[in-house]
């Protein structure tokens, strides 16, 4: 669901006329009601967070929205000036990154199913890389080929 949802989301961003602060601004007025309905829920049950411990934490928590803003922006601005495909093969760096962190750095158990997985991920990647090379290079007359709009 995650890839589906982000890839129609990368879609949507990049075909919609709105530049990258106003359609943050119009997708975060959209989830608002929701965010709030569920806020509000969450301080009635006395499992909210925001304003419950010391205003350093209420800090981070406000923070957190800049954190979260800001590669928002940044994907949006990219999303216009990158192919489709650039996109998504770029939306495979994270999850992978992440997934390395958590073995090396965090002591996650690595299976042989995991390496499966991540072994059949990156190969297919690499086809495609190398499909689109190719690809580009007959399309260029056997000269590199020039950046796309």
Do not use: N
């Not at 359609?23 to 965010?35: D, I, K, N, R, S």
């Not at 939306?91 to 042989?112: D, K, M, N, R, W």
């Amino acid at each position: 669901m995650l890839a589906f949802s982000f890839g129609i989301y990368g879609l949507i961003r990049k075909t919609v006329r709105i530049e990258s602060v106003d359609g943050l601004l119009v997708e975060t007025g959209m989830m608002l009601p929701l965010a709030l309905v569920y806020l509000i829920y969450l301080a009635v049950a006395g499992q909210g967070s925001f304003g419950t411990l010391d205003r350093s934490h209420d800090l981070l928590l406000a923070l957190s929205g800049i954190v979260t803003a800001a590669p928002l922006i940044w994907f949006t601005s990219a999303a216009r000036r990158l192919k489709l495909s650039t996109i998504g093969f770029f939306q495979y760096i994270a999850p992978s990154c992440h997934f390395l962190l958590a073995v090396f750095a965090f002591g996650e158990p690595f299976t042989t199913t995991h390496l499966v997985t991540f072994l059949l991920i990156w190969t297919a990647l690499a086809i495609f890389t190398l499909q689109s090379l190719a690809q580009r290079r007959r399309g260029a007359g056997g000269r590199a080929a020039e950046p796309a709009d």
